[in-house]
Nanobody
Framework: QVQLVESGGGLVQAGASLRLSCRAS????????MGWFRQAPGQERDFVAQ????????YYADSVKGRFTISRDNAVNTVYLQMNSLKPEDTALYYC????????????????WGQGTQVTVSS
């Protein structure tokens, strides 16, 4: 069992940066690939980024490539999402998730989910 808790969301202006964190409980964090997803009101949950168990490979949605960076620190059971050059269309509830498959953008491929952290970008 893995429990995930996101933090770091907030209200920022377009062009600003935010860093999201996702802290995992349990001893098995390093055995999971970790992903970030986002969901805007009335829309489906969309893939943002994924990272392998040791952080050696990453995978991004085209919409965030070059602006967002996913990383992880297995020593503290945490995965991060550095978001730069934020746009109003990045506004969403951001979730982290843990799964065994890589690379995958499919919601159904992830076994554990956090509750989400809200990111709002004003124009």
């Amino acid at each position: 069992q893995v429990q995930l808790v996101e933090s770091g969301g907030g209200l920022v202006q377009a062009g600003a940066s935010l860093r999201l964190s996702c802290r995992a409980s349990g001893r098995t964090f390093s055995s999971y690939a970790m992903g970030w997803f986002r969901q805007a009101p009335g829309q489906e949950r969309d893939f943002v980024a994924q990272i392998t168990t040791r952080g050696l490979s990453t995978y991004y949605a085209d919409s965030v490539k070059g602006r967002f960076t996913i990383s992880r620190d297995n020593a503290v059971n945490t995965v991060y999402l550095q978001m730069n050059s934020l746009k109003p269309e990045d506004t969403a509830l951001y979730y982290c998730a843990a799964g065994r498959l890589y690379p995958t953008a499919e919601v159904t491929s992830y076994n554990y989910w956090g509750q989400g952290t809200q990111v709002t970008v004003s124009s």
